[in-house]
């Protein structure tokens, strides 16, 4: 069921700060949504509210750890004092650690989880309500490796698998309730974004995302798309839909694949080290902006995902066009079959 345009939406963003969140709050901003951003780094946050004003957009920004339930829940109570409601809430908050399974902390793999899994798991306990209230979609950024584990990003592809099974269920049960909430997972590929300069380490090397790699803003009209016309899942990039259709034809041919090159496209050939200061604890500080270091690498486009929403919206025209037709037709046909009733009178 399509939503109400952006320009009359309230739509809250975790991870606003930087990243796919910050070009999502921008795209929505620009689209006249009024926007929420949260985020741990108080620097990203500010800016990010200046370039939305910029645009003319109502906005405001609340800082907040998301493995921290009160906070979480203290966000979604701001967004509701603020603007009186909520329409669409983007769950785009995560922190991951790269290294072997042997080489991380229990502690290390525990915040992944507080924060990608619990965290996403308070913020919908958090915000459902008010969803129900104005029928309106929850958007999982997610990933693609929610359906394939890769090696030195366990902790990261497990609590996005996690999330999907339990979004899974949870959609499920409000469509049974028939709420109006819809619950949306999107599964980027490889983005262009800061959080390979912040992540923890265990490489030696700086970490990159696995070639393709896309600028983040395609991929934020791609969510948005998602904000007035819910998908129940949603690839974006053609990266990504190759690793889900590989992943289904054949997990084993996967395996060999990531043995051959599972490590070296993780990282570049820049020495890092593993003391780097990052962000999977404490934020750091400054603006890290929406864009990573890749931008000479980085397409800006997804022809893939852009056909993929446009047969979407080709086919919702055609069912609808023919469902006006099929009414128009039995209208005009009840309005025969009464006149020929009249004429046999």
């Known amino acids: 069921m399509a939503k109400k345009p952006l320009s009359e939406q309230v739509v809250l963003i975790t991870g606003g700060s930087s990243g796919l969140g910050r070009a999502v ?24 509210v200046r370039e939305l004003e910029a645009f003319g957009a109502s906005a405001l920004a609340v800082p907040a750890d998301h493995a921290v339930e009160d906070e979480v829940h203290q966000v979604v ?25 042997e080489q991380l902390r229990v502690e290390e793999i525990r915040r992944v989880v507080d924060v990608n899994f619990f965290g996403r798991v308070c913020l919908l306990q958090a915000a459902l309500p008010y969803l129900q209230e104005t029928r309106g979609t929850f958007i999982d ?57 912040r992540v923890r380490q265990m490489l030696g090397f700086q970490p990159q995302p696995v070639p393709p790699i896309y600028q983040p803003e395609p991929f934020a009209e791609a969510v948005l798309h998602c904000a007035e016309h819910p998908l129940r899942e949603l690839p974006i990039g053609w990266g990504a839909q190759k690793l889900l259709w590989g992943q289904k034809l054949s997990p084993s041919v996967g395996d060999r694949i990531l043995l051959r090159s599972g490590w070296k496209s993780q990282h570049t050939p820049e020495p890092k080290s593993t003391h780097a200061p990052d962000n999977l604890f404490e934020t750091l500080p400054g603006d890290p902006g929406a864009h990573g270091r890749f931008d000479e690498r980085s397409r800006a486009s997804t022809l893939w995902t852009s056909l993929r929403l446009r047969r979407w919206l080709v086919g919702g025209a055609v069912a609808a066009a023919g469902g006006l037709a099929a009414g128009l037709s039995q209208r005009n046909g009840d309005q025969s079959h009464g006149v020929s009733r009249l004429a046999r009178r």
């Open 25 to 48: 709050a921008r795209a929505a901003a620009q689209r006249g949504a009024r926007v929420v951003v949260t985020a741990r780094g108080a620097d990203g946050l500010d800016n990010c």
């Open 77 to 101: 109570e701001r967004a509701v004092e603020r603007f009186g409601r909520i329409d669409t809430v983007v769950a785009s908050a995560f922190v991951s650690v790269f290294g072997e399974f």
């Open 141 to 197: 950024v997610n990933s693609a490796l929610a359906y394939r584990g890769i090696p030195l990003q366990a902790p990261y592809c497990a609590t996005k698998a996690a999330v999907r099974t339990f979004l899974e269920a949870v959609r499920v049960e409000q469509r049974k309730r028939k709420t109006g909430v819809d619950i949306c997972v999107v599964l980027p590929g490889a983005i262009n974004t800061p959080h390979f300069d």
